[in-house]
């Protein structure tokens, strides 16, 4: 069963960092880094190919990074400059998402 683990959030100062971990439980070619804010829909983020060519959002262009390590079957998203508006659920999953893939995502709060 394919089953998708984030972790690393919690509360953070605006301009502060955080790093975000997505451990999957098998080998997936493109990759996505996704997050729900309260009242909005869930939006994709960051993407990874297999190959590790790398897209964002406009709203966290340079200011995110994802990242993979394929022997540990692991995505990475390390979110530096943090603003209140990046307070939501991540959420990793494959591109496209595949709705039972969908795992409980990991809180990120930017706040003072």
């Known amino acids: 069963q394919v089953q998708f683990v984030e972790s690393g959030g919690g509360l953070v100062q605006p301009g502060g960092s955080l790093r975000l971990s997505c451990a999957a439980s098998?080998?997936?070619?493109?990759m996505g880094w996704y997050r729900q804010a309260p009242g909005s829909q869930r939006e994709l983020i960051a993407r990874?190919?297999?190959?590790?060519?790398?897209d964002y959002a406009d709203s966290v262009k340079g200011r995110f990074t994802i990242s993979r390590d394929n022997a540990k079957k692991t995505v990475y998203l390390q979110m530096n400059s943090l603003k209140p508006e990046d307070t939501a659920v991540y959420y990793c999953?494959?591109?496209?998402?595949?709705?039972?893939?969908w795992g409980q995502g990991t809180q990120v709060t930017v706040s003072s």
């Open positions: 990874i190919t297999s190959r590790s060519t790398t």
């Open positions: 098998g080998s997936f070619a493109d």
């Open positions: 999953n494959t591109l496209p998402p595949v709705d039972k893939y």
